[in-house]
């Protein structure tokens, strides 16, 4: 099995488990190596509009970095990888980048949970889709995934397509959206996520869609693999299926990272 790189713990605030679950979880599973990505704290909210049920407070990110150095040590020689999951908020690129500069990640993560303040894979937010033509709100997260892939901040875009959580899928067709994207993302020299996650959620399918996955192959897109795991036993989870979906895009090699250093791995 080759390596998982989008896990959550319980210091997110919405997973549950410690990291030595997770690590003895990626060891059991044959995983060759893993990578702790939980989630920035909310620098784009004000500190008292901060969810800590969403994400880190400011407060635990030294202890989050200091834990993950810590288990590369009880750990080792298996390989453990020092990820984050960042928010892209158009507009709000400085703010990030002063948290992210404090650290030696080995990866980060971009992702888009939020349009102009919409937490779209928020459950209890489902009814905003209703307020949508749902191609143009395929444009507006697309284009939001470029901004954020051409930003400079990130090494891979995690679940690229997860507008489609929910099932919401617009009746005309978006290739043209997946390869404008797509081209933007290749220009960058960003990774692409996929991500067994999807088959978790009412999408019930790999993110990201497998049309999309062959453009990302047709533009030599380089991908990483996650699980998006916010429980110990779903570390690894479905990687037989993302293996087999991206084969069948034509894809021999997935990603690793060390020190932001692209690796690569024979699947």
Known sequence: MPVDYHIHTKMCGHASGEMEEYAAAGQQKGLQEIGFSDHIPMYFLPAGERDSSIAMKDEELDTYVRRVREMQEKYYPFPIKLGIEADFIPGMEKELMEVLKRYDFDYILGSIHYLNGWGFDNPSHRKEYDKWDLYELYRVYFETVKKAASSGIFDSMAHPDLIKKFGF??????????????????????????????????????????????????????????SDAHLPQQVGMDFRAAIAALKSAGYTKVVTFTGRNKNYYQI
């Open 169 to 226: 899928r617009p009746d005309n067709d978006i290739i043209g959206i997946y390869e404008d994207t797509v081209r933007e993302i290749a220009a960058a020299g960003v990774c692409v996520e996929v991500s067994t996650a999807g088959l978790r959620v009412p999408a019930g399918e790999i993110y990201p869609h497998i049309d999309f996955l062959k453009l990302c192959h047709k533009y030599k897109v380089p991908v990483t693999l996650g």
